[in-house]
């Protein structure tokens, strides 16, 4: 078993992974209606990109 920076339960977990997710699909529409090229949305779309799968980094305890 791979170890993470972090631990949670697996509710917990589930919770924050798609509250992640989201935030990071919003972010890539922000730079999308930004303009991809443009200076606001390159770091708009870097930024979603790394908190969509930013729980990769945190491990889920099963109960």
Known sequence: ????????PSRTYRRVDVA???????LVAFALEAGIASAAG???A????ALAVCTVFISEVHE
């Open 46 to 49: 870097i930024g979603g990109a």
């Open 20 to 26: 992640t997710k989201l935030a990071g699909l919003v």
């Open 1 to 8: 078993m791979t170890q993470g920076i972090a631990t949670l």
């Open 42 to 44: 390159v770091p708009l």
